[in-house]
């Protein structure tokens, strides 16, 4: 939250200072006002996340079964 509220500033011509961005980060919403918007930048990735290793198994066991080599182990 204080990355973005800084990077926002530095357009805006605001200060910059970290400090100063975090104590009205608190101020505004106590601890809990750091933690605004990370819900859904986690679910955000366990969806990727879980597109992309499913996608990516799913993907290496056609290429070995049309490669002709057992997936298999034992």
């Known amino acids: 939250m204080v990355k973005v ?6 357009e805006g011509g605001g200060s910059t200072s ?3 961005v975090a104590r009205e980060v608190f101020a ?5 006002g ?3 918007g ?3 930048a986690i679910i955000r990735q366990v969806v ?3 597109l992309r290793l499913g996608i990516y198994f799913n993907l290496t066991e056609k290429w070995k ?5 057992n ?3 034992g």
């Open 65 to 69: 079964r049309e490669s002709g080599k």
């Open 48 to 50: 990727y996340g879980t």
């Open 38 to 40: 990370l819900d859904s």
């Open 71 to 73: 997936t298999t182990t």
């Open 18 to 20: 970290p400090i100063s």
């Open 34 to 36: 750091f933690y605004k």
């Open 28 to 32: 505004e919403g106590g601890a809990k």
């Open 5 to 10: 509220r800084i990077q926002l500033r530095s």
